[in-house]
């Protein structure tokens, strides 16, 4: 199959890109470079030994976008990734991410439609349940108020689409990403990053690497065993798995016009949770120190998977300590070591 991946040399589209490659599967990647690197294209063809198709392409032009679908008219599905992601950028710059990652999405719809090409996959994110009334949180829980505009762009995202498939002949798989952690075995495809990290576990990697003295550990006053927060963390190759199971999926059953999937392991792990695992797989003591709470963090979120395990077929597989061990090698590779 010939599939247009948007953002597909970001973090979770690089890897999901190998995967679709490795089965065989023609990706079409376009990405604006303005979050990524376009190094990941030579990562990506070392990995599978084949360099994919790239376009640079600036989604919120429609008429690049237009010229795309021109060019590769056969495209048998979408997977939208593309997006601006950091959380507090979002806060600072609310209107550059409200017009970008809906803007973006509203002209691939566009271009879709009028293209015949019918099957998106959709990137979402468990940051749409907000602080859930109940754990584990399922797909049906309520969509509570976006603590966040880029939240906020993958709740309105989230709408567009269902008002999409109601009235054109698209079909969409909605998948709500609870936390994607770790890398790819080789370590030449993780997250990058330009700066400081956005995340908890590179801030554990760089801890124990030496470029930071401590890991500030956000409250250990919240109502959870050890009164850190819990999430859902989950190896970033089951989430690009998880894509393939959507895509296939669309393709057998024509009667689902929409549907939506927790992509998670079901297991709500605590901060201090993951500093020992880390500890565990690698041997290395982290430094942290206990810091007041963070602005707008929810205590507690972890996914009912049972739905994806059922209708998608699909199960997280990989471990707490294979998470760590890659997010280790990725962290080693990014300085340079072997
Ligand atoms: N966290 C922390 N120290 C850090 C970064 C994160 O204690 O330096 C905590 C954060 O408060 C949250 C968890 O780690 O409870 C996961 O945070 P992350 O930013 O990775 O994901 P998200 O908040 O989006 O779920």
Same mark, same amino acid.
């Given at each position: 199959?010939k599939?247009?991946?948007?953002?597909?040399i970001?973090?979770?589209?690089s890897?999901?890109?190998?995967?679709?490659?490795?089965l065989?599967?023609i990706?079409?990647i376009?990405? +604006?470079l303005?979050?990524s690197?376009?190094?990941v *294209?030579?990562?990506?063809? =070392?990995? /599978?030994?084949? @360099?994919p %198709?790239?376009?640079k392409?600036?989604?919120?032009?429609?008429?690049?976008?237009h010229?795309?679908?021109?060019?590769?008219?056969?495209i048998?599905?979408?997977?939208?990734?593309?997006a601006l992601?950091?959380?507090?950028?979002?806060?600072?710059?609310p209107?550059?991410?409200?017009?970008?990652n809906?803007t973006?999405t509203?002209?691939?719809l566009?271009c879709?439609?009028?293209?015949?090409?019918?099957k998106?996959v959709f990137?979402s994110?468990?940051t749409?349940?907000g602080?859930?009334?109940?754990l584990?949180?399922?797909?049906?829980?309520?969509?509570?108020p976006a603590m966040?505009?880029y939240? +906020?762009t993958?709740?309105i995202?989230?709408?567009? *689409?269902?008002?999409?498939? =109601?009235? /054109?002949?698209? @079909?969409? %798989?909605?998948?709500?990403y609870f936390?994607?952690?770790?890398?790819?075995?080789?370590?030449l495809?993780?997250?990058?990053?330009?700066?400081?990290?956005?995340?908890?576990i590179?801030?554990?990697?760089?801890?124990?690497?030496?470029k930071?003295?401590k890991?500030?550990?956000?409250?250990?006053?919240?109502?959870?065993?050890?009164?850190?927060?819990l999430?859902?963390?989950i190896?970033?190759?089951?989430?690009?798995?998880?894509h393939?199971a959507?895509?296939e999926?669309?393709m057998k059953?024509?009667?689902?016009?929409i549907?939506?999937?927790?992509?998670?392991?079901?297991?709500?792990?605590?901060?201090?949770?993951?500093?020992?695992?880390?500890?565990?797989?690698?041997?290395?003591?982290?430094?942290?120190?206990?810091v007041?709470?963070?602005?707008?963090?929810?205590?507690?979120?972890?996914a009912d998977?049972?739905?994806?395990?059922?209708?998608l077929?699909?199960?997280a597989?990989?471990?707490?300590e294979?998470?760590?061990?890659?997010?280790?090698?990725?962290?080693?590779a990014?300085?340079?070591?072997?």
């Open positions: 199959m599939i247009l991946v948007t953002g597909g970001g973090y979770i589209g890897h999901t890109v190998v995967e679709l490659m490795n065989g599967h990706p079409i376009i990405d +604006n303005v979050n690197d376009i190094e *294209l030579d990562r990506i063809e =070392k990995i /599978t030994g084949k @360099r %198709i790239f376009e392409v600036e989604m919120c032009n429609f008429d690049e976008m010229r795309l679908f021109e060019k590769y008219p056969d048998d599905a979408v997977i939208h990734f593309a992601l950091l959380v507090e950028e979002s806060v600072e710059e209107l550059i991410y409200y017009y970008n809906l973006s509203i002209n691939l566009q879709m439609a009028e293209f015949n090409i019918n998106i990137s994110s468990c749409v349940y602080e859930p009334d109940n584990p949180v399922d797909e049906f829980a309520p969509i509570k966040s505009p939240g +906020n993958k709740k995202c989230e709408d567009i *689409l269902t008002d999409t498939v =109601k009235a /054109t002949d698209i @079909r969409c %798989i909605m998948l709500r936390n994607p952690i770790g890398a790819h075995e080789t370590a495809i993780g997250e990058f990053q330009d700066g400081p990290p956005h995340h908890l590179p801030y554990i990697t760089e801890t124990a690497f030496g930071r003295e890991l500030r550990i956000f409250g250990n006053d919240y109502n959870t065993p050890d009164g850190t927060c999430r859902d963390y190896h970033v190759v089951d989430i690009a798995i998880a393939i959507a895509i999926r669309m059953n024509t009667d689902k016009n549907e939506v999937f927790n992509l998670g392991t079901g297991i709500g792990y605590s901060v201090l949770d993951m500093v020992n695992a880390f500890e565990t797989a690698t041997g290395i003591k982290i430094n942290y120190e206990i007041p709470r963070r602005a707008g963090d929810v205590e507690a979120v972890y998977t049972h739905r994806a395990n059922t209708e077929n699909w199960k597989e990989r471990t707490l294979e998470m760590m061990r890659s997010a280790w090698k990725w962290e080693k990014l300085a340079g070591e072997k």
